[in-house]
C-alpha cells in the first residue's frame, strides 16, 4: 500500500523559511517521479515542483529561485525547501507521486498525471 505523509507546515511571517517534508513507504521511491503541489482557497490546483528519479528539478515561475525540491532516496522523503515566503504562498501543500514523469513539462505539471497523494500540510504565510 502506497503511502504519502506531508509535514512541517506552519505559520509563519513573510520572508520566513519553512522546510516541508513527505515521507512515502509502500513502493521503490527512487524510482518515482514526485512533485509538490499547492491549493490556495478559492484558487486552482498548482503545480509547484517537479522532481524526477534523475534528480532533474523544475519550478513554476513564482516559485524559482525561492523554492528548492530534492530527494533523499535513502530516507524515502522528499523535501521542499521553501525561502523568502510571501503571503501569496499562503496554501495547503500536497506532495504527489508516479511512477513515470512524462516526457513534457505539462505532465508533469498536471495534477491528473500523479497517482498518489498524500494529506497535505497547511502553511500560511502573514504580512
Known amino acids: 500500500q502506497v503511502q504519502l505523509v506531508e509535514s512541517g507546515g506552519g505559520s509563519v511571517q513573510a520572508g520566513a523559511s519553512l522546510r516541508l517534508s513527505c515521507v512515502v513507504s509502500?513502493?521503490?521511491?527512487?524510482?518515482?517521479?514526485m512533485a509538490w503541489f499547492r491549493q490556495a482557497p478559492g484558487k486552482e490546483f498548482e503545480g509547484v515542483a517537479v522532481?524526477?528519479?534523475?534528480?532533474?528539478?523544475k519550478y513554476t515561475d513564482s516559485v524559482r529561485d525561492r523554492f528548492t525540491i530534492s530527494r533523499d532516496n535513502t530516507k524515502n522523503t522528499l523535501y521542499l525547501q521553501m525561502n523568502t515566503l510571501k503571503p501569496e504562498d499562503t496554501a495547503m501543500y500536497y506532495c504527489?507521486?508516479?511512477?513515470?514523469?512524462?516526457?513534457?513539462?505539462?505532465?508533469?505539471?498536471?495534477?491528473?498525471?500523479?497517482?498518489?497523494w498524500g494529506q497535505g500540510t497547511q502553511v500560511t504565510v502573514s504580512s
Open positions: 522532481i524526477d528519479s534523475f534528480g532533474t528539478t
Open positions: 509502500g513502493y521503490t521511491f527512487g524510482g518515482y517521479c
Open positions: 504527489a507521486a508516479d511512477p513515470y514523469c512524462g516526457q513534457y513539462t505539462s505532465t508533469r505539471f498536471s495534477a491528473a498525471h500523479y497517482n498518489y
